[in-house]
């Protein structure tokens, strides 16, 4: 449906002009058109009745009211746009740049909605900020007409959440700002654009200890380091180690790059979940938002692994959010319990 929509927009201006001109004539104000100097339309109203067959052109004035309501009809099928609901997140500081919306208002039209958890997180009101976070997010993907935009700067785990929150079924556009000087926030490209990213050796440490639990630590701005992951680990657990071929904030660029690292990073995570018989993933992330975002709504309540994602603070993981949890019950302190 949604392809069908953009070929006839493609082709939607003759169209309608084609079908205002037939209605003209149908009303018998076709002179009128003589006068009309924009675009040859006159030209065209002439082309029109030279290919008009007398039996049509003569009884065409039966039909004005059909053709004049086909008119509008194919001028409100152009003109229509669907909503897209865009979440702007921040639990840093409430003022984020602005979207680029000048492309996507071609397409959509937008209706933003603020999840600011900046006041409760700097009280630590993590359990509080989980819940209004969860209230906003599935208020916006119970409306299901909506096409979903994301961007903002959060905490990683409440990023995480919301990717986890909204899942893989619905269409969602990923927003993020270069650090090129760009003020605003762009849309993630359909093809490839940025760096050649791709994983280094993926290192797993500390799979004979037979544990039911795994440590993942995902860089690609910057290197987790072995001291930062034992910030919550301790010595001899179950370790694994993602790291990009490049590193930095806009490494990953586009929908193509990301979703095929994505990809990589999950199948791994799975093999080892499904031969260790894994019970609980503890995700340590150094990425954008953006992918962030959809790394979380790559995992699943439903078939994979308890899943918790910590915040990263002066060299260290302070606390993190179990995903399959709600409230105070969802925040994990340090010590991973």
Same mark, same amino acid.
């Given at each position: ?34 006068k009309v100097e924009v675009g040859e339309v006159a030209a065209l109203k ?57 492309? +996507? ?112 630590? +995902? ?21 694994? +180690? ?50 962030t975002f959809l790394l979380g709504s790559s995992f699943s309540a439903q ?17 993190? +959010? ?16």
């Open positions: 449906m949604e392809q069908l929509l953009k070929m006839y927009k493609g082709a939607a201006k003759v169209l309608i002009l084609i079908l205002i001109i037939i209605t003209l004539l149908a009303f018998g104000v076709g002179g009128l058109l003589e002439n082309t029109i009745e030279n290919f008009m067959p007398e039996l049509i052109k003569n009884n065409i004035s039966n039909a004005k009211y059909p053709l004049l309501i086909i008119t509008i009809i194919a001028i409100a099928i152009y003109l229509y746009k669907p909503q897209m609901a865009l979440l702007a997140h921040a639990s840093f500081n409430p003022l984020l740049a602005e979207v680029e919306k000048k492309e +996507i208002e071609k397409e959509f039209y937008i209706k933003e909605q603020q999840i600011d958890l900046c006041e409760m997180v700097s009280k630590l009101e993590i359990g509080k900020a989980i819940t209004i976070q969860d209230q906003i997010v599935k208020a916006t993907i119970l409306k299901k007409k909506n096409e979903i935009g994301y961007y903002g700067i959060a905490h990683t785990p409440f990023v995480f959440r919301v990717g986890f929150t909204v899942g893989d079924q619905k269409k969602v556009h990923l927003f993020h700002r270069a650090r090129n000087n760009n003020a605003l926030f762009t849309e993630w490209s359909e093809d490839k654009d940025g760096w050649d990213v791709t994983l280094e050796e993926t290192k797993e440490l500390n799979k004979g200890c037979k544990s039911q639990e795994i440590y993942v630590a +995902i860089g690609t701005t910057f290197p987790i380091k072995q001291e930062e992951i034992s910030s919550i680990t301790g010595k001899d657990n179950h370790v694994l +180690i993602f790291q990009t071929s490049a590193k930095g904030y806009d490494v990953i660029g586009s929908y193509l790059q990301a979703e095929t690292l994505r990809d990589q990073i999950l199948k791994t995570i799975r093999d080892c979940v499904k031969k260790y018989n894994i019970r609980k993933i503890h995700l340590m992330i150094s990425s954008s938002v953006a992918f078939h994979d692994p308890e899943v918790i994602v910590y915040h990263y603070e002066n060299g260290k993981y302070t606390w993190g +959010i179990n995903m399959t949890k709600i409230g105070e019950e969802a925040v994990v302190n340090k010590s991973g319990n």
